[in-house]
């Protein structure tokens, strides 16, 4: 089975633009994750959509959104992008999170905020 | 102060050396427990998986949790150069099952 993929694995963007990441679940799982990653913080969750809807949120600003599609493919978008958002993106995927099932991360997307 | 605390490392140690890795936590109310791995340019991996307190050993990682002490350790018995990684600790409170990650310990093992 194919991983988790995302794309664009590198990014950069200035202050003020906006950016959308997506992210690939692996076949037949239905639970996207998304989370942040920096040196400082650390791995953080940003939000949870299972069968496209969105079930759980972290403690982000609305600058950060997301959506899931019915193929389960997961997008994420981030507004008027801050020096602050350059981090590691990353995404997971799970046959259903909720029920204690494994998560497998993609390798991210490397965001550099100018 | 963050709920769950890691010394970032980095940790360096010879081939074949026993390692430890740990986490402390402040929330009494985390009741799993996970190891991540994640090596350079890639995501993480789960390693390890434990419920409330106790040992659980896979190979040659074993996983301790002491929640009197609230603190999570990772061994792993006869390092090798292939387990250089960044060691991620997570944790659950009961009913939920979004983890809190720490912010992970730099492993490097040299031949």
């Known amino acids: 089975k194919a991983g988790v993929t995302q794309t664009p694995r590198y990014l950069i963007k200035t202050r003020g633009q906006q950016v959308t990441l997506s992210c690939s679940p692996i076949?037949?799982?239905?639970?996207v994750s998304w989370y942040q990653q920096t040196p400082g913080q650390g791995l953080q969750f940003l939000f949870e959509?299972?069968?496209?809807?969105?079930?759980n949120k972290g403690n982000f600003p609305g600058r950060f959104s997301g959506r899931q599609f019915s193929n389960s493919r997961s997008e994420m978008n981030v507004s008027t992008l801050e020096l602050g958002d350059s981090a590691l993106y990353l995404c997971?995927?799970?046959?259903?999170?909720?029920?204690?099932?494994?998560?497998?991360f993609g390798p991210g997307t490397r965001l550099l905020v100018l | 102060q963050k709920e769950v605390e890691q010394d970032p490392g980095p940790l360096s140690v010879p081939e074949g050396a026993i390692v430890s890795l740990n986490c402390t936590y402040s929330?009494?109310?985390?009741?799993?427990f996970m190891w991540y791995r994640q090596y350079s340019r890639k995501g993480p991996e789960l390693l390890m998986y434990?419920?409330?307190?106790g040992n659980k050993e896979d190979g040659r990682f074993t996983a301790q949790v002491d929640k009197s002490s609230k603190y999570i350790s990772l061994f792993i018995r006869d390092s090798q150069p292939s387990d250089s990684a960044t060691y991620l600790c997570?944790?659950?409170?009961?009913?939920?099952?979004?983890?809190?990650f720490g912010r992970g310990t730099s492993l490097i093992v040299h031949p």
């Open positions: 959509y299972f069968s496209e809807t969105q079930r």
């Open positions: 929330n009494s109310a985390f009741q799993y």
């Open positions: 997971a995927s799970s046959l259903n999170l909720a029920r204690g099932e494994t998560q497998y």
């Open positions: 076949s037949g799982h239905r639970s």
């Open positions: 997570a944790m659950n409170v009961g009913g939920s099952y979004i983890p809190t």
């Open positions: 434990t419920y409330s307190s």
